[in-house]
């Protein structure tokens, strides 16, 4: 690979006409991506359960790309099987195909010990950061098939490679996500669809906020910072990347 994912700068067109969906769109990496993208030339499927927010990143994105993007509300934390059926059917509908597919949403679950931790929380977590990015891209699979340059995303951690003391769910899970995303890698090589992680390092989101409050806002980078190895990964420049995990940072 000889581009450098962390430096890369996106051609003005380098994403134009692809169908790219990104959960957890309204706030923090998601809608910075979403911006980015589409700003790039990209249809993007705005994914999220706050709908005010994903209308008001919808409206951002009418004033600066003057493309209209779509809208997919659903709660990765109750969502039933029925619900990823209807979703990847409205766009088979729609689009006929997706060409890139973030998966970005998570929470952050409690900052507690192993002892100390809530097993119905420890649930709710791996639901929403594992279980949920798997239901979601196995339903959307038939659609990345019908692309010409496919590429999955998943939004990992640093505590998802080096497991650290209380992060106990947070941490199991994007365990989990790294090693979701190295199986589908080598399931896909073949189709092919490339399968990659990124890792934002640290970033001046809500998330941040919530697991380190006193810490200084400015010492992080904005989302909108983070961007290029997610750029690089849903373009043609990245074409026959597989199964990788990238640091932003």
């Known amino acids: 690979m000889k581009t450098d994912p962390k430096t890369y700068v996106c051609p ?28 790039h030339g990209a249809k993007v499927i705005l994914h999220g359960r706050n709908v005010a927010g994903l209308e008001a990143v919808y409206d951002e994105i009418v004033r600066s790309a003057g493309s ?16 990823y059926v209807s979703l990847a059917d409205s766009i088979e509908e729609e689009f006929g195909r997706i060409d890139g597919l973030v998966q970005n949403a ?6 507690l010990s192993i002892e100390q931790y809530d097993a119905a929380e420890w649930q709710r977590v791996l639901h929403v950061n594992l ?48 090693g979701l995303s190295q199986i589908l890698s080598a399931e896909t090589r073949h189709v092919p669809i490339r ?9 001046r989101t ?28 849903l373009g043609g420049d990245s074409r026959d990347v597989t199964g990788l995990s990238l640091d932003a940072q």
């Open 12 to 39: 003005p067109d380098g994403l134009r006409d692809r169908i790219i969906l990104i959960t957890g769109a309204s706030n923090g990496i998601g809608k910075a991506l979403a911006l980015r993208a589409a700003s």
């Open 68 to 83: 209209r993007p779509s809208i997919a509300v659903m709660d990765l934390a109750t969502a039933g099987s029925d619900a």
């Open 206 to 233: 809500g998330m941040r906020l919530q697991a380190y409050p006193a810490e200084d806002r400015n010492a992080s980078k904005p989302p909108e910072e983070v961007l290029s190895p997610y750029l690089f990964l």
């Open 131 to 178: 279980t949920a990015p798997f239901a979601l891209t196995k339903v959307l699979l038939p659609l990345l098939r019908r692309s010409q340059d496919p590429s999955v995303i998943f939004t990992s951690s640093g505590v998802g490679r080096e497991g650290r003391p209380y992060w106990g769910a947070y941490s199991v899970s994007k365990f989990g996500i790294e």
């Open 195 to 203: 399968v990659n992680c990124v890792n934002p390092g640290p970033t």
């Open 106 to 111: 998570a929470v952050l679950g409690q900052r």
